[in-house]
């Protein structure tokens, strides 16, 4: 026997395991888009056999019943009344065939239909298929909130009323990928005896999540990233690229309420990673201190209200009722409102 044998049909074995993982998973991909179609079909007629002509005709529970009983004896198992109620919501949500993709699942139809908010569901089905979210993904995210979350930090509000003041509408800037606050529960942090090395440790051990939890188009590069000035060595805690703003966002984490000198110490960090890392090609370099409390004035009266590439958040070790993200939201909305309130006055 050859003495490359052994290689040979090891490379060989691989090949073919490829070839069949490949098929196995266009099968499941065939597979799931032919029943996403046949749930949504199963929805129309029975919204067709309600109407029965109506534009509004009541579907009682009975009728549901009875044709779950009929199914369920011709078919098997799979269309119990849930089911069916489910197919049906899924035709009345998604009444667009066209707009039903294949590319999701049945769970994340599911998922999907939840969202009332038709405009925050439209975005996370865009998201879910750009970004490959899995079902599990698309459920926490929808469940911490993400689209408020994002659009809360983009200041929508500042937006329209700068158009009414007759101003420049801001322009898609890294405010409009980083958010406020950020929610940490995978990190299992709760009991509130960690320090900011653990933090930066449980934050690498499920970089994966915390990647989700950052937002679309970054890309981790490094941990306590050293930058020289003179005689003097910094550590940068986090350092990721965003291949969307092509630019780099350093991270620093910080225990306790945000300091003057915390934003101080991150300006400086941009500005030594702007002239010593920075490609001629990358935008200017961003900087986001996340805290596990932020402080209004630090806010207020530091370089955090004038520079656009400078960031403080918050960040959550647990996961917060939908209740209580909702008040932290509204809280950051007031707040925009009022600085922006308060600018407009300034240039009076």
């Given amino acids: 026997m050859n003495d490359n044998t052994p290689t040979r049909l090891s490379s060989l074995a691989d090949a073919i395991a490829t070839q069949i993982e490949q098929a196995r998973g266009q099968l499941r991909q065939t597979v799931n888009s032919v029943m996403v179609q046949s749930y949504w079909n199963i929805g129309r007629l029975i919204v067709e056999d ?61 998922t999907l239909m939840r969202v009332d908010n038709v405009q925050a569901r439209d975005w996370y089905l865009r998201e879910a298929i750009a970004q490959s979210w899995s079902a599990r993904a698309l ?12 659009l809360a930090s983009q200041n929508k509000a500042l937006v329209e009323q700068e158009a009414q003041m007759n101003t420049q509408p801001l322009a898609e800037t890294a405010k409009d990928y980083l ?14 005896t960690y320090q900011e090395s653990e933090l930066e440790q449980a934050i690498i ?15 981790f590069v490094e941990r306590q990233q050293r930058i020289r000035f003179d005689d003097d060595d910094f550590y ?53 201190v996340l805290c596990s409390e932020k402080s209004e004035a630090v806010v207020k009266y530091s370089v ?16 917060p009722t939908e209740a209580e993200l909702k008040r932290e939201l509204e809280r950051e909305r007031m707040r925009a409102v009022a600085q922006l309130q308060q600018k407009g006055q300034g240039e009076e």
Avoid at 61 to 70: C, E, I, P, R
Avoid at 205 to 219: T, V
Avoid at 260 to 284: A, C, F, I, W
Avoid at 304 to 319: G, S
């Fill in 50 to 110: 309600e109407q029965q002509g109506e534009s509004r005709a009541v579907y009682g529970k009975q009728q549901l019943q009875q044709l779950s009983q009929q199914l369920t004896e011709r078919l098997g198992k799979g269309f119990d009344v849930g089911n069916l109620r489910n197919m049906r919501q899924f035709y009345q949500t998604f009444s667009i065939r066209d707009a039903v993709r294949s590319e999701l699942s049945w769970t994340h139809y599911r």
């Fill in 139 to 150: 459920e926490r995210q929808i469940g911490t909130l993400y689209y408020e979350r994002l």
């Fill in 179 to 192: 958010r406020d606050p950020y929610i940490l529960d995978f990190l299992n942090l709760q009991d509130k």
């Fill in 205 to 219: 051990s499920n970089l994966q999540q915390f990647l989700l939890e950052l937002g679309k188009g970054f890309a």
């Fill in 236 to 288: 940068i805690d986090l350092v990721f690229y965003n291949f969307k703003l092509k630019c780099f966002l350093l991270v620093d984490l910080k225990l306790g309420k945000l300091k003057h000198q915390d934003v101080g110490q991150m300006d400086t960090y941009v500005r030594l990673y702007d002239e010593q890392r920075k490609g001629s090609d990358d935008n200017p370099t961003i900087g986001l």
């Fill in 304 to 319: 955090l209200a004038d520079q656009k590439q400078l960031f403080a958040a918050r960040y959550l070790p647990y996961l």
